[in-house]
DNA sequence: GTGAAAGCGCTAACAC
DNA sequence: GTGTTAGCGCTTTCAC
């Protein structure tokens, strides 16, 4: 009973109770655990070993609060879920799985606008480093840093002011490439549906659709784009709307996967068939994408890839204080697949 | 120039500086701050008012190592990179994201047998609550908790001591009721990719499969129950060595959905068709299984409601001491999609 | 090399 | 109702 009592409720191993047994001040048991270097060896063996027989664990708060390392770096994100967001997680998790950091969530959910809060709290004294996937707002959340110097690498975001580090996808390129293949194929009537315009990535896809539109001589027709949100649901209803033109469009251009699968039901439940009376183009390449029936064919963005540099690039940061920020842009690569075809051919 | 140096490197705004402000004492700042009651209405309004105008924010570490709530929940989990742990991710962030608690999330990565160094981490001080999702050795995990009563929950696993609030799903019935299916179908040679048998799902899915076998006067064939590991390359692998079979199976039943994908590739791969070839089932039904083709005929495991209720629970937990543990187990349900067939019919 | 002591920002008795 | 005070467990000068 008291025994139970012992081992359940008994206060945590300090730095005091390793001290004790070890027979050093409680700072020279810190030094150890901290692996600083000027410790004799043999002090340095017995800390060790009392440490490991008492099954001492740091107390984090303690020692983030007196000024030391937390290993702990805060990863802010909208929201989780859509695998796009996942794939750029388990880069930053695959990176920080072989350092010792631990990863700190926070999804900012509906409370748009709330980052800058987030983003306080996150940098006050808990973690070392921050990664910032913001696609709405970034100016916000960068201007809620405690200093320009705070370790952070914006992800999926490109940088105006090269003031941070930032890693991001040749959306312009890729959305340029895609445009261009359809037309290749003898597309002319190509429907596109929006991103979020909040969104700069959204911003790019559309841009340089108009772009190639324009260099290939084709029109660009207003009621051509339509609105969308990144998700299924507004690529159904933007597919829906774009079927529903007198002069309908023979391929779409879907501002990301999510809503080229949204807008495939749509073509689906209209009773048409892909890419045989109508051409789908995704972006992203998430892994669904390659499940689709038939495969859709997309902008590959190197989603996992993104996230393990933008991880590796904060670590660098936190490590050697001083570097530089430093902006990777990843190249996009179309990937064909089953649900375009030339249109001439139905 | 100065102004610059102020605004990014003075100290972060504390209870002091709001104490000062508003002309109390810090204690009182504090209680404002909790929501404690006693505070004379004109006095909070003061305090509220200038910590709003400092824009103070509280020091997380600080407030864990005094010993006031932290606000924070752990999520132990091996890994990332399947969409069965990001959709119970999801349910709990949802439910998070409705209290004003954060997540904390680790991942074990490879470093199997850490779990127990990581919930020492976790709960020493750092969190509230810890949401364990540790498939392997769940005990392990569960005696490195400060005491039984450390609010946690253990997702996708079932308890048999009674001591720690579960969310389990019906893995047997479900098994059961795939293998069922089959065999109502008419197969009579049904092969089996396994999961990692360490996990406690993989074993109950395993025993059900028998089981049905056995209730309608099917023998068990041993080399029909081939090896995997719950993901794409293994059931790749086990419907290889299936395939290869003199006398192959007309369905194969794989542990979960990742597996039964693997399992489709190599079926193809082999030149035979799904369904009419060979019938393929999975379990878990993970976004994909309805995009694949054929559709994956599969069991739904409610993923993301798992999450949110071991949240829910957790939460539960914290907010009331003394809530006794709860064991959830909710019902899995068969989805009839298109991958699934009467063999006889080829 | 190692110990002593101050203090990180906050909560929670305890006074008044 | 509000102020005073003692820590929480740790890092980090500063002595010796």
Redesign the pocket.
Known sequence: MSDDFETSRS??V???DVARVSG?????V??V??GFE???DS?RQRVLAAAEQLGYV??LP??S????RSRIIGLLLPRLDNSYISEIIRGVDEVLGESDYDLMLYTTHRQQGKEAVYVRAITN?LAEGLLLLVPMFPSLSLKALPSQDFPHVLIDQSDKTNQSSVVYATNSQGAYDATNYLIGLGHERIGFIRGQMEIQSAVDRLAAYKAALADNGLPFDETLAVDGDFYAKGGYAGATELLALANRPTAIFAANDLSAIGAMDAIRDHGLRIPDDISVIGFDDIPQASLTYPKLTTVRQPLIEMGRIAATNLLEQIEKPGTPPKQVTLATELVIRDSCTDPRRR
Chains 1, 2 share one sequence.
């Open positions: 206060k945590s300090t730095i005091m050093v001040s409680y700072s020279t810190s030094r655990l901290n000027f410790v004799k002090t740091a107390n303690a020692r609060l007196a000024g030391g004294r």
